[in-house]
């Protein structure tokens, strides 16, 4: 379509992403530039620590506010938006037959319908189709988490058959948010390849699995309740926004909604695909840094790394295979760590008098205390943080390691409470080496990590833990690259580009590198990591009786 001048009409993408604790929208422009995003925070419901619940209709609610005040802030018309695409945790969202929200809680709350990523309620069901050894397994590292759908699936039918029995629909969350869009229930390969055990390499699920492990029942239904219909992010959906959803976010009916990814997966597609140093996909590593931290690593061809999930087949860049790894907990586990020290209360009314959330305040006075972002390691003495308050998703998917603190005294200053964040930060470093170099091990070796997520936006978190895992680090040209990446779907559905490659080509861009630091730096980095892997040895050792 152009104007009567000739000219092509300009066209603007929204870009949906869900995290944990909020929902935000962002809207760009064709070249990938930021215009507006709104942030609503969402419910999250802790009643325990291994429990995690919450609402799909709180969910889309906020989902809803964001996107029309976005808009609104764009000063786009809503009428130029050509496309939208969602991104989400993989969280699972449970519907009845009559697609309404069932609940997955002990307080029986209908509105209480999803089970979070963070939920460990599956541990004893993860290990148990873990002892299986299927086949299927190879496909996410050997290993199956309490965080991937098929545990949560068998824990309902084994503790909530009711649910169980009585659900119409099990969605991965991005999935539930295009079904509420568009009404098209299909799934995206991102999420069933990644969270659901389906096999995008051979276009299929294997029944013999859900057999296999106690779910015999969803195969012989056809697998109607998670995914009959599988299609690549960026596919367009339906006939696009339905009238009762463009109602809603403030859009008009028809805008072409994409196939969807997982959060962390669309900031790897809004980050990795931009000119510059270190070009190529398949050498670089997308590491995005929220609440938990997930890297994702691409190979011409599959890459079996004990420990890290996948290989995943066509699961983020469409045609390569995805190496998945990442901590369960990082920017909650620092802000839980700065919590355990006697200084962060004075901390806290300090940041509170400065209008900032805590963990900014700690970093800029990081900042200001280290003579050069790579000096700040000095801050930590002699501190070692093993922060896995969640696990250790990988390299050793043991989600019942737990975190330790090494060479604590009894100073109550804030230098103490800094040096200890620092420790914290280098500690998820330490992880994030090891995941490297047994992923190296494998074949898989990327060269530069192109950083995304609130939780390391500050250049010294990033110099940091490009110190901590001897890798450069690079930022991502935009300020939102998780948003950007869903906005690329909604481009890609739009048809604005003829492929969701070409879209991350021509809207990302590279922003700073950060090399990591070399001579006494280095080597004090080295002993700090050997002090790191013997105190997970104990402490595996002292669990398991084996190292």
């Not at 037959?97 to 307080?107: G, K, N, V």
């Not at 050069?372 to 250790?392: D, M, R, T, Y």
């Amino acid at each position: 379509m152009t104007h009567t001048d000739g000219t092509e009409p300009t066209a603007f993408f929204v870009g949906i992403d869900v995290g944990t604790g909020s929902a935000r929208a962002g809207v760009f422009d064709a070249s990938g530039t930021l215009l507006a995003s709104v942030r609503h925070d969402m419910q999250l419901f802790r009643p325990s620590g291994d429990i995690a619940e919450q609402s799909s209709d709180d969910i889309w609610k906020c989902v809803c506010q964001s996107v029309t005040e976005a808009v609104g802030a764009s000063g786009v018309d809503p009428a130029a938006i050509a496309g939208i695409g969602f991104d989400a945790t993989c969280s699972l969202v449970v519907l009845d037959r009559d697609d309404q929200p069932l609940s997955i809680s002990a307080t029986g709350d209908a509105s209480r319908n999803i089970i979070v990523w963070m939920d460990h309620r599956a541990v004893d069901q993860a290990h148990r189709i873990n002892q299986t050894k299927h086949r299927v397994l190879d496909y996410v590292g050997g290993t199956i988490s309490p965080e991937m759908e098929t545990p949560k699936l068998l824990w309902l039918k084994e503790n909530m058959p009711d649910t169980y029995h009585d659900a119409g629909h099990f969605f991965d969350l991005t999935d539930f948010l295009t079904w509420r869009a568009t009404g098209d229930r299909a799934r995206s390969v991102c999420t069933v390849t990644c969270k659901w055990t389906y096999l995008a390499h051979e276009t299929g699920w294997d029944a013999s699995y859900f057999d296999a492990i106690g779910l015999k029942e969803l195969a012989d239904e056809g697998f109607a309740r998670i995914g009959t219909s599988i299609v690549d992010p960026g596919t367009p959906l339906g006939r696009g926004l339905t009238h009762a959803a463009a109602s809603e976010l403030g859009l008009t009916p028809g805008t072409a909604v994409g196939a969807g990814l997982i959060d962390a997966h669309a900031g790897g597609v809004g980050s990795i695909g931009a000119a510059g140093p270190h070009d190529g996909a398949a050498s670089r590593m997308a590491y995005v840094f929220g609440t938990s931290a997930c890297t994702m690593s691409s190979s011409e061809t599959a890459a079996f790394v004990p420990g890290v999930w996948g290989p995943y087949f066509s699961a983020m860049v469409p045609g390569l295979w995805l190496s998945e790894g990442g901590q369960s907990a990082a920017g909650e586990a620092i802000a839980h760590l700065v919590k355990c020290h006697p200084a962060y209360p004075a901390a806290q009314v300090a940041a509170d008098k400065a209008g900032q959330d805590v963990l900014a305040y700690l970093v800029d006075k990081t900042a200001q205390k280290a003579t050069h972002p790579s000096s700040a390691i000095g801050l930590a003495k002699q501190l070692i943080v093993v922060p896995e308050f969640l696990g250790n998703r990988a390299p050793f998917a043991d989600p019942q390691a737990k975190a330790i603190i090494s060479g604590l005294d009894l100073d109550t200053r804030e230098d103490s409470l800094l040096g200890l964040y620092v420790a914290g930060l280098a500690g998820l470093g330490y992880g994030l080496r090891q995941i490297l170099t047994v992923q190296r091990d494998n074949g898989v070796d990327p060269t530069l990590i192109v950083m995304s997520g609130g939780a390391g936006a500050h250049p010294i978190v990033k110099q940091i833990l490009a110190d901590a895992s001897g890798i450069a680090f690079a930022d991502s040209g935009s300020d939102e690259p998780v948003l950007l990446g869903s906005a690329m779907l909604g481009a890609t559905a739009a048809g604005a580009y003829p492929s969701l490659q070409n879209a991350m080509s021509e809207m990302s861009s590279l922003g700073t590198i950060y090399e990591p630091a070399e001579g006494q730096t280095a080597a004090l980095h080295q002993r700090r990591f050997e002090t790191f892997q013997a105190l997970q040895a104990a402490a595996r050792m002292s669990r398991t009786g084996s190292l």
